[in-house]
């Protein structure tokens, strides 16, 4: 009897069988619902509510891949080691890869978008008004509900809002999950 190979162990991440329900960019963000009811932006809607520039928003995916396990994190790892960490995000990137249409796209799940946001609003070495003023908005008035609206996603449904019931710390999920619950859901229109 024929044996398989053996494959090393690897952090890199293979891309996911898992389809996009719903990707648009809405005022300069992409955003998008995966078919499993996750929220998520790409790393170019994430650089732009970050106020930040998408090479940076890579070099801290990388930084987060390179240090995953180790304790020898300083600077901003320590900061997103910590922060994500403590709200249970143990994953060995900070995205998942989608492959849709025969391009691959990265897409940033809520509580790591909720890291980079607060990052650049309170940690980062130069103030990022941009950040700040989107980390102000987003627990609050612009929760997940109205920011997936123009994607089509209006409540009824539960699906999407389990799916980003992921955090405890004050964000987009929790808003969104507390206002889904009091309305009774979403659905897909």
Not at 13 to 20: E, R, V, Y
Request: proline share 4%; aromatic share 8%; with cysteine.
């Amino acid at each position: 009897m024929a044996s398989s190979p053996r494959l090393p162990a690897t952090y890199k991440q293979l891309p996911l069988d898992l389809g996009i329900e719903v990707e648009k960019d809405v005022n300069g963000i992409e955003m998008g619902v995966l078919e499993n009811g996750m929220a998520y932006l790409t790393q170019s809607g994430l650089s732009a509510i970050c106020g930040a520039a998408r090479s940076t928003i890579q070099e801290i995916t990388n930084e987060w891949e390179d240090n995953f396990g180790l304790d020898l994190q300083c600077g901003r790892s320590l900061y997103f080691s910590d922060y994500l960490r403590q709200a249970g995000y143990d994953e060995p990137t900070l995205f998942m890869e989608i492959q849709r249409n025969g391009s691959t796209h990265y897409a940033y799940p809520e509580l790591v978008c909720m890291a980079f946001i607060e990052f650049f609003a309170f940690e980062a070495q130069r103030a990022n008004d941009t950040a700040l003023l989107n980390f102000r908005k987003l627990p609050g008035t612009a929760s997940i509900s109205s920011s997936m609206t123009p994607l089509g996603i209006h409540r009824s449904s539960t699906r999407a809002a389990a799916a980003l019931a992921s955090s405890n710390r004050p964000s987009l999920a929790s808003a969104a999950v507390s206002a889904t619950h009091a309305m009774g859901g979403w659905s897909r229109q």
